[in-house]
C-alpha cells in the first residue's frame, strides 16, 4: 500500500477521489438504466414476472465476470479494466437506445442491455475497490478509503435515477438511454489522473489451486458469511418497506420519504467514519452492526406510523451504511495483497447472488408467512450471524502482513 502522510489521510487525494467519480460515472449509468427499463417494459405492456427478469439481469450478467475481472486487476492494475467496464456499460447503454427503436424485440433487446450495463459497473466496481486499497497505508487508512468511496453509490442511486426520469418526461426513453449511455465517458476521462500501476510477473500470479482456494483463507469464508447476511438486510429492508406502507395506507412520497431517510442516514455515516476511523475496530464494529439492525428489523414490524418507520430506517441506515467500509478493510488486510482483485470479485458474486436470488425467496415467504415475518426471520439470522463477526477478529490480519490499527 502506498505511504500517505498521517495528517492528511482523512482527507480525499486527487487518486481517490477520481475513483469515486469513476465509480458514480459507471453507477450511475447502471442506476438510471435499471430504474427506467422496467418503466419501459410495462409500458409496452410486459407483465411485472418479466420485469422481475428484467431487473434479475443486473445482478446475474456480474455473476460471470466478476472472476475474470478480478484476476485481470490483480495482473494488469486499473487501467484496462476499467476501459473493459466503459466499454461494456456504454455498449449497453446504446442496445438500451436500439430496444426504442426495435419495438418487436424490444424487451429482448433490453435485456441484453441490462446484462451489459450490469456486467460492466460491476466489472469496473472490482477495478476501482482494489485500486483504492492502493492508496491506503494500513488497516485505519482502508477504513477511511473505502468510507469515501463508499459515497459513489449513494451519489449514483440519487443521479441516475433522477436523470432518466427528468429525461423520460421531457423526451422520452430514447434521450434518457442516450444520456446515461455517456456518463461512463466521464470515468474514463478520470481514469487518466489514477497512477499507473506496474504488471504483475507472471510468476507472481502463479495459482496452484485456482481462485476457489482464496476461500481457505483464515477468516475469510465468515467474513462473506457475514456480508451476504448484511446484504441480504439491505435487500429484505428494499423490498418489505413499500409493503408495510401499503398495508398501512402510507402514499408513495411518504414510503419514498422512509427510503430517503434511510439512503441519507447511510451516506452520514460513511462521512463521520474517516474522522473516527483510527477509534474503529472491524469486528467491534460488524458485530455491533449486525446486533442494532436485528433489534432494528425486530421493531419495525410494530411502527405504524411514517414518523416512526423513519425513525427505524434512519437508525438501520447507520448501522448497515458503517459495516461496508469494516468488509473491505478486513476483506484487504487478510488476503494476500496479489489477489485482492480475486478476494473482491468473490465478494462480489456473494452479493450479486444474493440480489439475484433473495428477493423470490422473499416473495415466496412474504406471500405465505406475510411481510413482517421477513424481518423477523432476517433479525433471528442476524444475531446468530454475530457469533461469527466476532470470531473473524480473531482470526488474525498477519496473513497480509498488513500493519494493526
Known amino acids: 500500500m502506498a505511504d500517505s502522510p498521517g495528517g492528511s489521510r482523512a482527507g480525499l487525494t486527487p487518486a481517490l477521489l477520481a475513483l469515486i467519480i469513476g465509480q458514480i460515472g459507471l453507477h450511475s449509468c447502471m442506476a438510471g438504466v435499471?430504474?427506467?427499463?422496467?418503466?419501459?417494459?410495462?409500458?409496452?405492456?410486459?407483465?411485472?414476472?418479466?420485469?422481475?427478469?428484467?431487473?434479475?439481469?443486473?445482478?446475474?450478467?456480474?455473476?460471470?465476470?466478476?472472476?475474470?475481472?478480478?484476476?485481470?486487476?490483480?495482473?494488469?492494475?486499473?487501467?484496462?479494466?476499467?476501459?473493459?467496464a466503459v466499454a461494456l456499460t456504454v455498449t449497453g447503454g446504446v442496445v438500451a437506445v436500439?430496444?426504442?427503436?426495435?419495438?418487436?424485440?424490444?424487451?429482448?433487446?433490453?435485456?441484453?442491455?441490462?446484462?451489459?450495463?450490469?456486467?460492466?459497473?460491476?466489472?469496473?466496481?472490482?477495478?476501482?475497490?482494489?485500486?483504492?486499497?492502493?492508496?491506503?497505508?494500513?488497516?485505519?487508512?482502508?477504513?477511511?478509503?473505502?468510507?469515501?468511496?463508499?459515497?459513489?453509490?449513494?451519489?449514483s442511486n440519487v443521479v441516475g435515477p433522477v436523470l432518466a426520469g427528468v429525461l423520460i418526461d421531457v423526451g422520452g426513453f430514447r434521450t434518457a438511454f442516450v444520456a446515461l449511455s455517456l456518463l461512463p465517458l466521464l470515468s474514463l476521462w478520470w481514469a487518466r489522473r489514477v497512477p499507473v500501476e506496474a504488471p504483475l510477473a507472471r510468476g507472481d500470479m502463479q495459482r496452484p489451486h485456482g481462485s476457489w482456494d482464496l476461500?481457505?483463507?483464515?477468516?475469510?469464508?465468515?467474513?462473506?458469511?457475514?456480508?451476504?447476511?448484511?446484504?441480504?438486510?439491505?435487500?429484505?429492508?428494499?423490498?418489505?418497506?413499500?409493503?408495510?406502507?401499503?398495508?398501512?395506507?402510507?402514499?408513495?412520497?411518504?414510503?419514498?420519504?422512509?427510503?430517503?431517510?434511510?439512503?441519507?442516514?447511510?451516506?452520514?455515516?460513511?462521512?463521520?467514519?474517516?474522522?473516527?476511523?483510527?477509534?474503529?475496530?472491524?469486528?467491534?464494529?460488524?458485530?455491533?452492526?449486525?446486533?442494532?439492525?436485528?433489534?432494528?428489523?425486530?421493531?419495525?414490524?410494530?411502527?405504524?406510523?411514517?414518523?416512526?418507520?423513519?425513525?427505524?430506517?434512519?437508525?438501520?441506515?447507520v448501522a448497515l451504511g458503517a459495516v461496508q467500509p469494516m468488509i473491505m478493510s478486513t476483506l484487504h488486510q487478510i488476503t494476500p495483497p496479489q489477489r485482492h482483485g480475486e478476494a473482491i470479485a468473490l465478494r462480489s458474486m456473494t452479493i450479486n447472488t444474493s440480489s439475484t436470488l433473495m428477493p423470490l425467496m422473499f416473495g415466496l415467504a412474504g406471500a405465505a408467512l406475510g411481510a413482517a415475518s421477513l424481518f423477523w426471520m432476517m433479525a433471528a439470522a442476524l444475531a446468530a450471524g454475530s457469533?461469527?463477526?466476532?470470531?473473524?477478529?480473531?482470526?488474525?490480519s498477519s496473513a497480509t502482513g498488513a500493519a494493526p490499527d
Not at 431517510?261 to 458485530?287: D, K, M, Q, T, Y
Not at 425486530?298 to 418507520?309: H, I
Not at 463477526?389 to 488474525?396: H, M, Q, V
Open 34 to 84: 435499471r430504474m427506467a427499463a422496467p418503466l419501459q417494459a410495462l409500458r409496452q405492456g410486459h407483465s411485472e414476472w418479466a420485469v422481475g427478469v428484467l431487473l434479475g439481469l443486473f445482478a446475474a450478467a456480474p455473476i460471470v465476470l466478476a472472476l475474470q475481472a478480478g484476476r485481470l486487476a490483480d495482473r494488469h492494475g486499473y487501467h484496462r479494466p476499467m476501459r473493459i
Open 387 to 396: 457469533f461469527q463477526a466476532r470470531r473473524i477478529g480473531s482470526s488474525g
Open 215 to 317: 476461500l481457505k483463507t483464515p477468516g475469510l469464508r465468515r467474513l462473506l458469511l457475514v456480508n451476504w447476511l448484511i446484504s441480504s438486510s439491505w435487500d429484505v429492508h428494499t423490498f418489505v418497506v413499500p409493503i408495510l406502507g401499503h398495508e398501512r395506507g402510507f402514499s408513495a412520497s411518504a414510503i419514498g420519504w422512509v427510503l430517503g431517510g434511510f439512503a441519507a442516514s447511510v451516506a452520514l455515516v460513511r462521512l463521520v467514519i474517516p474522522g473516527v476511523a483510527h477509534r474503529l475496530r472491524e469486528s467491534a464494529v460488524l458485530v455491533g452492526a449486525m446486533l442494532c439492525t436485528a433489534a432494528v428489523f425486530v421493531v419495525y414490524p410494530l411502527a405504524d406510523s411514517v414518523w416512526a418507520m423513519m425513525g427505524c430506517a434512519i437508525v438501520l441506515g
Open 98 to 155: 436500439l430496444s426504442t427503436w426495435l419495438a418487436d424485440a424490444s424487451f429482448w433487446v433490453m435485456c441484453l442491455a441490462a446484462s451489459l450495463v450490469g456486467a460492466g459497473a460491476n466489472f469496473g466496481l472490482i477495478a476501482i475497490q482494489r485500486a483504492a486499497s492502493r492508496t491506503a497505508s494500513d488497516g485505519t487508512d482502508l477504513k477511511r478509503v473505502f468510507s469515501w468511496l463508499g459515497l459513489a453509490p449513494a451519489i
